[in-house]
């Protein structure tokens, strides 16, 4: 029996694939699953009885990685399942950009009761007029799930696409339109673009990177989109911009005071990821994770741990080990087995950065005593009898 909670509501259609060997508990303290969106874990107390968290959604930065990985919690997101819902806000964010639509609404519901508001409107739309989008040269920072999603539909909607990603993946780079210009810098994104939108996980490497030095190398009047997070852009940096008209507007997914003082700011509540079809879609990734991870050991998607899939055992065991990436560890894990007289018919061991993972399938019953004897090696971060 495994007891999960919910930080955050999720979906009920990924819930309702939780079988009757789990159940919900509204106390953090004594769960062994975590389901969560963006609520805050940073100063939350991590119980020893914490196997994993599922983030129904990319980012990361609310949940402390490094903490979990210490404690041998495993952190799982959901790539892609939120991606076009995302892009879909992109879409939007652009076209209020590209003209004032928000002010020509907001003109005619102030002229609801004016009787001339046919004729009136003729004079006044010429202070809402704009730009189109075709022909406009626009740079997208990430082609990651969401990056490619939003270069594509950009050139499909006849832009001039750039795109930079220092990390770019094989299977991203697959997924671009030809027509994408990917390129090696900022500096060609900055110096070409009319538009420039931004989609990196928020890290240290990524934090205040739209800032006064990038806005100095852009072109007069650039339109910026942020759907990714606030604080990519520095706040100060980007109000002189606003201010200057370097930037003539910010549209951004994460309100905040200071922006919200800011002219020429589109601003929408983190809305991002707020469509039921991706709140379903992240709902059931996440919860596939955490039943993969709880009921077979197996770890897909995690952003903490490396990735590690033995499949369903059909030994007669299996224990699964966090433990430090450090020399020795596997043989003081395997000597454990061994002392036992215990036979491992196969395993897995993955390693990422500071950190490691072991599948073991034993030809014997898995015993509370071996699970203790595993948890006493120096280094190892968590055992868990899976069979
Ligand atoms: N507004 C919303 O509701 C919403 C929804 C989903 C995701 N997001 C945000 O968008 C981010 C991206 O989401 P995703 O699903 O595309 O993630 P992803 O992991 O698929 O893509 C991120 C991409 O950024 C790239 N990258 C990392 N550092 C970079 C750098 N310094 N310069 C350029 N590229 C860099 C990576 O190589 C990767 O390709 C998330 O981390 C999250 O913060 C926001
Ligand atoms: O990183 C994400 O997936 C988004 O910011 C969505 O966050 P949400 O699940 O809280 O809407």
């Avoid at 495994?2 to 106390?27: H, M, Q, R, S, W």
Wanted: aromatic share 6%; with cysteine.
């Amino acid at each position: 029996m495994f007891k999960y909670t919910c930080l955050n509501p999720i979906a009920d259609v990924g819930l309702n694939n939780l079988t009757d060997e789990y159940t919900k508990t509204d106390d953090f303290a004594e769960a062994d699953a975590v389901l969560v969106r963006s609520a805050a874990m940073h100063d939350m107390e991590l119980s020893d009885n914490l196997c994993a968290v599922a983030r129904a959604g990319a980012g990361v930065n609310n949940i402390p990685l490094d903490k979990c990985a210490d404690k041998g919690i495993v952190v799982f997101n959901t790539p892609g399942a939120n991606a076009n819902g995302v892009k879909e806000l992109f879409v939007t964010g652009m076209l209020l950009a590209a003209r004032d639509v928000v002010g020509g609404i907001e003109w005619a519901k102030e002229n609801a009761d004016n009787e001339n508001i046919s004729k009136d409107m003729e004079k006044a739309k010429k202070q809402f007029a704009g730009t189109e989008l075709m022909g406009k040269k626009i740079g997208v920072i990430g082609l990651g799930a969401i990056g490619v999603l939003v270069a594509n539909v950009a050139n499909r909607m006849k832009m001039d696409v750039y795109g930079v990603d220092p990390f770019l993946s094989v299977n991203n780079a697959l997924s671009l339109s030809r027509d994408v210009k990917i390129v090696k810098s900022y500096e060609e994104i900055y110096k070409n673009c009319d538009y420039i939108t931004i989609h990196v996980p928020l890290l240290e490497d990524t934090k205040g990177m739209l800032n006064k030095e990038a806005f100095d190398k852009m072109k007069d009047g650039v339109v910026i989109l942020n759907m990714a997070r606030d604080t990519l852009v520095n706040d100060d940096d980007m109000k002189a911009a606003l201010e200057s008209g370097k930037v003539a507007k910010y549209v951004t997914d994460f309100p905040n005071p200071a922006v919200m003082k800011m002219p020429n700011v589109i601003a929408t509540p983190h809305l991002g990821a707020s469509t039921a079809e991706s709140e379903d879609n992240c709902a059931v990734m996440a919860v596939d994770e955490i039943r993969n991870y709880m009921e077979n050991g197996n770890i897909v998607n995690s952003v903490n741990y490396p990735n590690c899939d033995a499949g369903v055992c059909d030994t007669k065991g299996r224990i699964t080990v966090c433990h430090k990436n450090v020399p020795a560890m596997l043989n003081r894990i395997t000597n454990v087995f061994s002392e036992a007289n215990i036979n491992i018919a196969h395993m897995t061991n993955k390693s990422r950065g500071n950190y490691a993972y072991c599948i073991f399938d034993i030809d014997s019953e898995s015993s509370a005593d071996v699970a203790d004897k595993l948890s006493a090696v120096d280094g190892v971060l968590k055992v868990r009898i899976i069979k």
